[in-house]
């Protein structure tokens, strides 16, 4: 299977690193704007100048590929992926689908009636900490789910190619750039669908002393978000972007009338509580599958197995671009209950 990467910062060449260690996968092409960015993908990917880009359209044109990976900056999503869905190839698209709902409208509206599959890449889903904790609730540990706990409690935003990420218009918003990862598991836990959105947050400690042609950054590095869903469950996001002197960066909790369910990343960590019994059991995550770590405790890798499995089987992708435009228009209708400290409906945010 060949793939060609459209954006080979971190991310970009984190796929590279996977895709080479799966037998049978190999990285024919890349592109990237920036020189450096593509010298570091071309050597990522062992490549030779012929089979390397300064444009996606060249690369496109160059048709050379099975399956596109697009990784470059969110706020160019909807247009590198408009090139990319005109061929008939697989394609890979990173979070967040786009900066806006009217982005990934557009986006979505240019998969339609394709023969190539187009998934949307959610890796924390494949953390297997978090697998397993779904797989635990699925077989109904919790019984219906009613409350969802999340917490991320990490580091900064990382330097990016101009620091795009600094600034809103660039990424969306910390709640769509970084937590719409987040969204999507509520959304995947609970079984339902988001109804209303209450948040809190600011801008309190990072990026401060940071301009940019005289602009000061405007993301948010901390926030509360509690979402209600259809079902009558709800969720909470507790996200803390100066707290990288933590054991674990994930916690999750799900509870339901059986009992509780909780998970620890990058502990690997599961717990199991019964109501009944007051048992509690703890055990480490499957990561057997994992044969590449790299980033996102191998979480990235376990996606390519399962892309690469759904397109040689022919089966439906297991995150969609529904998935992936639900998931930014949570993260927008958040991000408009900070700005005008209300709640927020998702018919708000999703007009059509």
Known sequence: MKYAIVGTGMM??????????????????????????LRLGQAAAGLPSSRCFDHDSDLVSFGDADVYVVASPNHTHADVMKRVLATNAHVLVEKPLGT??????EIVAAAQGRAGMVWMGMEYRFKPAITDLIREIRSGATGDVKMVAIREHRFPFLDKVDNWNRFRRNTGGTLVEKCCHFFDLMRLITAAEPVRVMASGSQSVNHL?????????????NAYVIVEFDSGARASLDLCMFAEASRNEQELSVVGPMGKVEAFVPESIVRVGRRSSGEVREFDADESRIDHRGMHEGSTYIQHLELLNAIRTGAQPEVTLEDGRLSVAMGVAGQLSIAEARPVMMSEVLTS
């Open 12 to 37: 970009g060449r984190e796929h590279i690193a996977n895709i080479d260690a799966i037998d049978g996968a190999e990285v024919v092409a890349v592109a990237d704007p920036h020189p450096e960015s």
């Open 100 to 105: 806006t709902v009217d982005a990934c409208d």
């Open 209 to 221: 002393d940071e301009s940019y042609d005289g602009e000061m950054p405007d993301i948010i590095d």
